[in-house]
């Protein structure tokens, strides 16, 4: 995604059935951009321990994945699967950020574009009913979960 005059990487992950797992901006698309996601996709409170992820066919991945798998980042039995047609499922999932994106024609910085997407994908998370133990009708669970993502007081 263009971020001012330069492009920016957006890293998301997304499970078999649609819903998002994590999600990272970067500015460059490299190794220590990939292990970095990796490392922020095992942390997340809202995660489950993949059994496969699925990749573009960038040259940062199996070298990113591997040096995950050692650090005991990512399970042992953990597969990586590079083709791009298994992306199908995580640009469905894009598109919500992408029609937003274009109503608003371009962000200027790097911050602005990270927090707004946050802002977006945590709502549309929310909408799609895929936080544990947050019901859709949950107000105050909503606004505890928007805080814990945000480091904001509810």
């Not at 199908?88 to 999932?93: F, L």
């Not at 371009?106 to 133990?133: I, P, Y």
Request: net charge positive.
């Amino acid at each position: 995604m263009k971020v001012g005059t330069e492009w920016k990487y957006l890293y998301r992950a997304v499970d078999s059935a649609g819903d998002t797992i994590e999600f990272m901006l970067s500015a460059k698309r490299d190794l220590s951009a990939a292990k970095r996601f990796f490392k922020k996709l095992m942390r997340a409170d809202h995660r489950r321990l993949p059994s496969t992820i699925g990749a573009d066919k960038h040259a940062s991945y199996p070298e990113a994945f591997a040096a995950s798998v050692k650090e005991k980042v990512l399970p042992v039995d953990c597969e990586l699967r590079r083709s791009k047609y298994l992306n199908n499922v995580i640009e469905q999932d894009h598109r919500a950020i992408r029609r937003r994106r274009r109503a608003m024609q371009c962000f200027r910085s790097f911050h602005t574009a990270e927090r707004t997407l946050e802002g977006v994908k945590a709502m549309h998370m929310t909408r799609k009913g895929q936080v544990k133990r947050l019901h859709g009708r949950d107000s105050e669970g909503q606004a505890k979960f928007v805080a814990s993502l945000f480091g904001v007081a509810a």
